[in-house]
């Protein structure tokens, strides 16, 4: 079971993905995650991403598909992967899809977490404070959000249009949302068998 969980930045999908590599045992593939330990080990990559990433701007659509296909080869007796932050961008989906076909995989469920964006704010600006992320100061978040509702969103219409598309309250408290998630994937996985 392959699963994308697809939504803005802030909105929870990052905990959301570790309670499932914790609880059923996926891979999480955050490309975020990938790019910021790239840049903590000073890589010649990380020094290449980080202006980009702290401008809230999305790094190039080469640079993630290659961290992805890395992770994917490095992997190959994984029992699922969780996407998270990946696709963003339509070629993205597009080079998922073609790299999951090649190993006989396909994309199986995207869960959408939707969120209110002003609630995000207030969100991203409390992790700013706790954290101090460069790309959740609000002017860099806001680019983040321009970022998803331009290049990323459209992903929605794509995802559903090939019926694998199931929404989620992403407001709701951390373990309603796990709930609710859980029962998505308990309901897929019946399906499919
Ligand atoms: P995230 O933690 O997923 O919000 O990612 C942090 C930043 O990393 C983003 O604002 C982008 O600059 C970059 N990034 C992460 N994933 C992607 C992606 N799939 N495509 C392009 N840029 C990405």
């Known amino acids: 079971m392959n699963l994308i969980l697809f939504g803005p930045p802030a909105a929870g999908k990052g905990t959301q993905a570790k309670k499932l590599v914790a609880e059923r045992g996926f891979i999480q593939l955050s490309t975020g995650d990938m790019l910021r330990a790239a840049r903590s080990s000073g890589s010649e990559l990380g020094k290449r991403v980080a202006a980009i990433m702290d401008s809230g701007a999305l790094v190039s659509d080469e640079i ?28 993205q989906a597009e080079a998922l899809d073609k790299s999951l076909a090649s190993r006989g995989q396909k994309v199986d469920l995207v869960i959408r977490l939707k969120v209110d964006e002003n609630a995000l704010i207030a969100r991203v600006t409390k992790r700013f404070e706790d954290e101090g992320r460069a790309d959740d100061n609000p002017e860099a978040f806001k680019k983040r959000l321009v970022a998803y509702n331009s290049q990323t969103a459209p992903l929605v219409q794509v ?3 090939q019926g694998k598309l199931a929404e989620i309250d992403g407001m709701a408290k951390v373990e309603t949302v796990s709930d609710a998630i859980a029962d998505t994937l308990d309901n897929a996985k019946s399906k499919k068998a």
Request: no cysteine; aromatic share 12%.
């Open 159 to 161: 995802y559903a249009g």
């Open 64 to 91: 993630v598909i290659a961290l992805i296909e890395e992770q994917l080869d490095n992997n190959p007796m994984a029992a699922g992967f969780i996407f998270d932050g990946f696709p963003r961008t339509i070629p």
